[in-house]
């Protein structure tokens, strides 16, 4: 059986994505475990999807597949056609120090999350940003205070049926640690330092801001987190 499913969503990372998964390989086999790849290409207008083909023709472990744009899509597509023990996923900018993943492949048995914090960011500003909503989701859904969108993170696959994970943009990083601290999820987060991306340009932008604002009062107020929460009740 594959032990770890891994996807990596890739939107316009033409210039790069051959050499984010090449040392992406690099260090997985070093971890010496069985693993796949999954290549989740979602709205790019380059020509990502023909390094994808490439790479999935050069490589057994690397599978590839298309979503719709939004990083929770290419997430969520990755996801259901992982068929690992355990499932995992980050961005595809080279900017996470791979050395990480086999500590947390250790501790992936001994924890229902692991999961990288980024004690550095590119500047002050962005430091500054990531904290001030990991607190505001803190405090607005009573959940665990992390580092929401520090990738990667691996738990087990037979868990996403109890999370039912829906959202298609940034999203789905926040209403997986909303969910998993009503679950009461044992967690470990292993300080990381943040690297320089291997090219490209940050999706981040104040639209993206507002995004993450209009998602937080749609979610707070949704019939679908309403649902889930009387759903799992019988589970915890």
Not at 29 to 38: A, M
Not at 58 to 70: A, E, L, M, N, V
Request: charged share 30%; proline share 3%; aromatic share 10%.
């Amino acid at each position: 059986m594959i032990f770890l499913s891994l996807t990596l969503p890739v939107h316009n990372e033409e210039d790069i994505i051959e050499k984010v998964v090449e040392e992406v390989i690099k260090a997985l086999d070093k971890c010496k475990i069985t693993y796949e790849i999954i290549l989740v290409e979602n709205g790019s207008k380059d020509r990502s999807l023909d390094k994808l083909i490439i790479l999935s023709k050069k490589h057994k472990t690397i599978r590839y597949f298309i979503s719709p744009q939004g990083y929770g899509s290419a997430i969520l597509k990755g996801l259901r056609e992982s068929k690992g023990k355990y499932v995992s996923f980050m961005p595809s900018d080279g900017q996470v120090d791979l050395s990480i993943l086999q500590k947390l492949i250790d501790n992936a048995p001994v924890y229902d999350l692991v999961k990288v914090k980024r004690v550095s960011r590119e500047n002050l500003g962005r430091t500054f940003v990531s904290l001030s909503f990991d607190l505001i989701i803190h405090i607005l859904f009573g959940s665990v205070l992390l580092d929401i969108n520090g990738d990667p993170k691996i738990f087990l696959r037979e868990k996403l049926k109890l999370l039912k994970l829906k959202s298609n943009d940034s999203f789905i990083n926040t209403e997986l640690i909303i969910k998993i601290s009503k679950l009461k999820w044992s967690v470990l987060e292993i300080p990381i330092e943040n690297i320089n991306r291997y090219g490209g340009k940050s999706t981040r932008h104040f639209g993206t801001y507002t995004e993450f604002f209009r998602n937080i009062f749609n979610y707070k107020f949704s019939p679908v987190l309403k649902k889930w929460n009387k759903t799992i009740e019988k589970e915890i």
